[in-house]
């Protein structure tokens, strides 16, 4: 049941784009552009999270259409239906569909970082820790929902996002490990003469190749396998002392 709202934004002509979105000769997904780029990155390290129960709803609705059909096929229009709500309601949040990508994007950002996190902060070994978070993050790239239909589906539209134009995705994952690696020192754990932006760019740069190539020697899909490889050849460079027999 939708509700009602008054006045609803005008219903673009035939063949017309819709309110806030590209004219179908532009490149599809907003993510891919610098300009968008730059506000998804402001997004994320503000921590700018969508509180409010409407948009969050809203965001839900997206993420559903999006895994169900992809982001190009999906309108303003079918979010709001698939949301329940007016499309005036839609609008007030969100200017266009540009919007709600880099809302939705952002989120599933901010849940992935938040999810390792947690998985980090429950073991008390900092070795653990380290290798756990290694693993979780792998794990996690690899079986995303909506990453994995979206590259399904979508490849074409998302690849890029993921390796030529990656430097978001890059940067992201850098400064969350990067926090990490840079408490690890304060707390005389790691190495003081590591550079922890440097170390945590090279590990997340492992991850990335794993998350792209998962056939090999080492077996991304393996958790054992990964925890093998934090434990036997990341951590001790890390690490000021040898772990304990």
């Given at each position: 049941m939708h509700e009602r709202d008054d006045p609803l934004p005008p219903t673009p002509a035939a063949g017309a784009p819709a309110p806030g979105s590209r004219p179908a000769a532009a490149a599809d997904v907003a993510v891919l552009h610098e300009e968008h780029v730059a506000s998804l990155a402001e997004r994320l390290e503000h921590d700018l999270r969508v509180e409010e129960h409407t948009a969050q709803r809203i965001l839900d609705a997206a993420r559903r259409r999006f895994a169900l059909v992809g982001i190009r096929r999906t309108t303003m229009?079918?979010?709001?239906?698939?949301?329940?709500?007016?499309?005036?309601?839609?609008?007030?949040?969100?200017?266009?569909?540009?919007?709600?990508?880099?809302?939705?994007?952002?989120?599933?950002?901010?849940?992935?970082?938040?999810?390792?996190?947690?998985?980090?902060r429950a073991l008390d070994?900092?070795?653990?820790?380290?290798?756990?978070?290694?693993?979780?993050?792998?794990?996690?790239?690899?079986?995303?929902?909506?990453?994995?239909?979206?590259?399904?589906i979508e490849p074409d539209l998302v690849l890029p996002f993921l390796t030529t134009q990656g430097a978001l995705l890059l940067r992201f994952n850098r400064s969350f490990l990067a926090e990490h690696l840079a408490a690890g020192q304060r707390a005389g754990l790691l190495r003081a003469e590591l550079d922890p932006d440097l170390v945590a760019e090279l590990i997340v740069r492992l991850c990335h190749s794993l998350l792209l190539s998962p056939s090999g020697l080492i077996d991304a899909d393996d958790d054992e396998s990964l925890r093998s490889l934090g434990r036997r050849y990341l951590a001790p460079v890390l690490f000021a002392r040898p772990a304990a027999d």
């Amino acid at each position: 049941m939708h509700e009602r709202d008054d006045p609803l934004p005008p219903t673009p002509a035939a063949g017309a784009p819709a309110p806030g979105s590209r004219p179908a000769a532009a490149a599809d997904v907003a993510v891919l552009h610098e300009e968008h780029v730059a506000s998804l990155a402001e997004r994320l390290e503000h921590d700018l999270r969508v509180e409010e129960h409407t948009a969050q709803r809203i965001l839900d609705a997206a993420r559903r259409r999006f895994a169900l059909v992809g982001i190009r096929r999906t309108t303003m229009d079918d979010i709001a239906a698939e949301a329940g709500v007016g499309r005036a309601t839609l609008y007030r949040r969100f200017a266009g569909r540009d919007d709600v990508v880099l809302a939705t994007v952002a989120r599933e950002f901010q849940g992935f970082a938040h999810d390792v996190d947690a998985r980090m902060r429950a073991l008390d070994d900092p070795r653990d820790r380290f290798v756990e978070g290694f693993v979780a993050i792998v794990r996690a790239a690899r079986t995303h929902p909506l990453l994995q239909r979206l590259l399904e589906i979508e490849p074409d539209l998302v690849l890029p996002f993921l390796t030529t134009q990656g430097a978001l995705l890059l940067r992201f994952n850098r400064s969350f490990l990067a926090e990490h690696l840079a408490a690890g020192q304060r707390a005389g754990l790691l190495r003081a003469e590591l550079d922890p932006d440097l170390v945590a760019e090279l590990i997340v740069r492992l991850c990335h190749s794993l998350l792209l190539s998962p056939s090999g020697l080492i077996d991304a899909d393996d958790d054992e396998s990964l925890r093998s490889l934090g434990r036997r050849y990341l951590a001790p460079v890390l690490f000021a002392r040898p772990a304990a027999d």
